[in-house]
């Protein structure tokens, strides 16, 4: 009686199951951003950044990412995001993002992934592309306005300390 074939057969069918195993608890998340100019983000500039999907049927979380730095001049960012989806529908809506800096005295940015949309199934495939632009901010509950300059302490509709912006999906688990 031969003993290798089986218990090479059963060494494979293990390091099988393991691997399936350990496959479930791998994110298969997609991120993609975009550069901003962290010196001065003007209300209306728009930013894009291009998610192309090849799954019309899992549903997903999508995430808004931001990377700034110590020198943010807002608290809320009022956030403009236009959706172009694979077969030209288009449509916009702006939210508020909370973004503030934890000051922890090492790191010079900070990222967040701030929620947008969750259970989503984006139904084509194809590339979706998400502009964003901004309205300005709010620091402390003051609204920006596009028309003050900041050079007597006055609130602006340009945002400074944000370097990047983009989008986050990442697939939603479902009980079986």
């Given amino acids: 009686?031969?003993?290798?074939?089986?218990?090479?057969a059963a060494i494979c069918?293990?390091?099988?199951?393991?691997?399936?195993?350990?496959?479930g608890?791998?994110?298969?998340?997609?991120?993609?951003?975009a550069h901003v100019d962290s010196r001065a983000w003007s209300a209306g500039q728009q930013v894009s950044v291009t998610l192309e999907n090849g799954d019309s049927l899992s549903m997903r979380n999508?995430?808004?990412?931001?990377?700034?730095?110590?020198?943010?001049?807002?608290?809320?960012?009022?956030?403009?995001?236009?959706v172009l989806t694979p077969d030209s529908v288009s449509f916009t809506e702006t939210i508020a993002v909370p973004v503030?800096?934890?000051?922890?005295?090492?790191?010079?940015?900070?990222?967040?992934?701030?929620?947008?949309?969750?259970?989503?199934?984006?139904?084509?495939?194809?590339?979706?592309?998400?502009?964003?632009s901004h309205n300005g901010g709010t620091i402390s509950g003051t609204s920006t306005d596009t028309s003050t300059d900041?050079?007597?302490?006055?609130?602006?509709?340009?945002?400074i300390g944000i370097s990047a912006i983009g989008v986050k999906t990442t697939p939603v688990r479902q009980n079986r």
């Fill in 1 to 8: 009686m031969n003993l290798i074939p089986r218990t090479a």
């Fill in 25 to 33: 608890c791998i994110s298969h998340h997609t991120e993609t951003v």
């Fill in 62 to 82: 999508i995430d808004i990412l931001l990377r700034f730095g110590r020198d943010l001049n807002t608290d809320t960012l009022s956030l403009n995001v236009t």
């Fill in 13 to 23: 069918c293990s390091l099988t199951a393991i691997c399936s195993l350990m496959a």
């Fill in 100 to 132: 503030a800096f934890e000051h922890d005295g090492g790191s010079r940015f900070m990222e967040i992934s701030a929620p947008y949309r969750k259970n989503a199934v984006l139904s084509k495939t194809g590339s979706y592309i998400f502009t964003f």
């Fill in 150 to 159: 900041t050079s007597a302490g006055e609130i602006t509709g340009k945002i």
